[in-house]
C-alpha cells in the first residue's frame, strides 16, 4: 500500500494527510475547492512547523513530506490511482453515500475504502458500494498528528484480511489501533456524547458554570480538557449529529440532546470552527474566555 487518497480537507482531512505524507506515502488530497485546499496546505504547514519547533521533525522532513501530497479537486483523478482511500467529508450520512458511490467506481477493484466518520454505520455507508467487504471505518482523534488513537470499525461484511491490512497501516502511521464493532457512536462517541450532554444538561439547569464543570472534570477526573471546552473543539454542530445518530440507532432518552445545544447549533454558535461556542475564540483563543451568554446565567 503506497498510494492514499483522502477526500476532504477540512480539520480532520489535512490532519489525516499530514500523518500519512509524513510516514512516507503518496497522498492525493482531494476537496472540491482549490481555495480549501490551499487552506489544508497552509494548515499542514504550519503544523509541521509546530513539530520542527518541538524537534519531533526537521525541516528536511518536512519539505519532504509536503512534496508527498498533491491537491486536487477532481476526484476521478484523485482516486483511480489509489490503494487507499479515506474519506473525511462531513458528519452527514447522504454526502458520505454519495462520496462511496463516486470512489466506489472509480478507485481500483483492489483498493480499500476507508471512512473517518464517528458514529455513521460501516455497514451503511458500504451498502453504497459493489465492495462492501472492502469498506471500513478509520477513526482517527483530533488533531490527527498528536493523538495515538485510531478506531478500526468493522462493517458487517468487512474480510479479517482488510481489517488487518488497516492495523498494520495505522501502526505504521504510529498512532495505536483499537478494532471496534459497527454499532452506533462505536466505542468513542457512544460514551463520549453522553458525558458532553449531560455537562450541557448540568449548565442548562443552573447547577454550575461553564469554568465551573469543566474544572470539575479536569481536576477532579484527570481529563485534560473539560467536556464544555471539547465539545466546543469538537464543533457543537458535529456533537448535536452524533447524538441523534445515537438517539435514532439505539433509540434511548439518554441521548437525547439538550435543548440548549440545539439552540445553539441552530443559532450558529458552533464552538472553535465559528468562533464562539461555550468559549469566546474571537481574543485569538490564547486564553478561555467564557462566551458572554454564560456569564449572566442566561441559559436559555
Known sequence: MKNITVVGSGTMGNGIAHVFAQSGYEVVLVDIKKEALDRAMQTISKNMDRQIAKNALTEEEKQKALSRIRPVTDLKDGASGADLVVEAATENIEIKLQIFRQIDEIAPAS??????????????????????????????????????????????????????????TSKKLGKIPVEVNDYPGFVSNRILMPMINEAIYS?????????????????????????????????????????????????????????????MVTAGHLGVKSGRGFYDYTHGGKELIVSERFKKNVLV
Open 111 to 168: 483498493a480499500i475504502l476507508a471512512s473517518n466518520t464517528s458514529s455513521i454505520s460501516i455497514t451503511k455507508i458500504a451498502s453504497a458500494t459493489k465492495r462492501p467487504e472492502k469498506v471500513i471505518g478509520m477513526h482517527f482523534m483530533n488533531p490527527v498528528p498528536v493523538m495515538k488513537l485510531v478506531e478500526v470499525i468493522r462493517g458487517y461484511s468487512t474480510t479479517d484480511e482488510v481489517c488487518r491490512t488497516i492495523m498494520e
Open 203 to 263: 449548565l442548562f439547569e443552573g447547577v454550575a458554570g461553564v469554568e465551573e464543570i469543566d474544572t470539575v472534570m479536569k481536576l477532579g477526573m484527570a481529563h485534560p480538557m473539560g467536556p464544555l471546552q471539547l465539545a466546543d473543539f469538537i464543533g457543537l454542530d458535529v456533537c448535536l449529529n452524533i447524538l441523534y445518530v445515537l438517539k435514532d440507532g439505539l433509540g434511548l432518552d439518554k441521548y437525547t440532546p439538550c435543548p440548549l445545544l440545539v439552540n
